[in-house]
């Protein structure tokens, strides 16, 4: 089960033949494509004032989502801010909030048609809407309350309030991306090898009922074995956790 990354150099989105043969390959060797996530890059900003620049980043936005409906992924994932630090002033704040929000009410509406989940994650805090409460003003500020979220375990431990933002979050989750790290940058660890307590974690996400997949999202710079490694070591230390406190996860753990 894996989590595919918009980036063109790893599928070009844009073509539309090339991702019905990533399609094809990936179930020839058994592999199920669970998420896509949305590109996200400074120029891809729908939150942006110019209005220009603010729909050629929701054409961007949208042409994944349909690369996302031939690959038959259960949820597209996307960032709801820019990929920059932003601090304006209150009125162009909220103006870039509802910016957003007319947005994503578009990639909601087309993922409905497509038939495909539509999550939107928790960024870095350091980030524009990086903080979960920008997140649900977005959400209440949307058309249809039919969103769902995916929690980054590694920007919410960096916003040091991971209880806060799950707590926040919890109601709306759907999936996570599991990262690890030591408080201080957004290293992409393998589970077990930075500073977050998963026990408590996986507790509370038991708490929640939560059942949505748990994709691994680990940084990739080591060589392609290194990395599997890391991912199948992360998984067994997840499983490990959940049998002892008797939870049985009904979706299997993948890998971004």
């Not at 929701?58 to 601090?87: D, M, N, S, W, Y």
Request: a negative charge; glycine letters at 8%.
């Amino acid at each position: 089960m894996i989590e595919v990354c918009s980036f063109p150099a790893h599928l070009d989105y844009h073509d539309s033949a090339k991702v019905r043969e990533a399609a094809r390959r990936m179930d020839e060797l058994g592999m199920e494509p669970y998420s896509f996530h949305a590109p996200f890059a400074d120029h891809i900003d729908i939150t942006a004032l110019d209005e220009d620049c603010r729909n050629q980043a929701l054409q961007e936005i949208l042409r994944a989502a349909e690369a996302a409906a031939i690959l038959e992924v259960r949820h597209f994932v996307i960032h709801p801010g820019p990929e920059k630090t932003c601090c304006p002033p209150a009125e162009e704040r909220f103006q870039r909030l509802e910016n957003v929000a007319r947005g994503l009410n578009q990639v909601a509406k087309r993922c409905r048609e497509l038939g495909v989940g539509f999550v939107r994650e928790n960024m870095l805090p350091h980030l524009l809407f990086g903080q979960a409460s920008d997140i649900l003003w977005i959400m209440g500020a949307m058309d249809t309350a039919d969103v769902s979220t995916c929690l980054d375990t590694g920007h919410a431990y960096l916003s040091g309030d991971m209880k806060n933002v799950l707590s926040k979050l919890s109601g709306h989750l759907r999936m996570i991306h599991a990262n690890d790290n030591h408080g201080k940058k957004d290293d992409h660890l393998p589970p077990g090898r930075g500073s977050i307590d998963w026990e408590w974690l996986i507790k509370e996400l038991f708490k929640t009922n939560f059942r949505g997949g748990i994709i691994l999202e680990l940084a990739a710079a080591q060589d392609a074995t290194t990395v599997l490694e890391g991912g199948r070591r992360a998984r067994h230390f997840l499983r490990r956790i959940s049998r002892r406190l008797d939870i049985s996860p009904s979706e299997t753990t993948g890998a971004a």
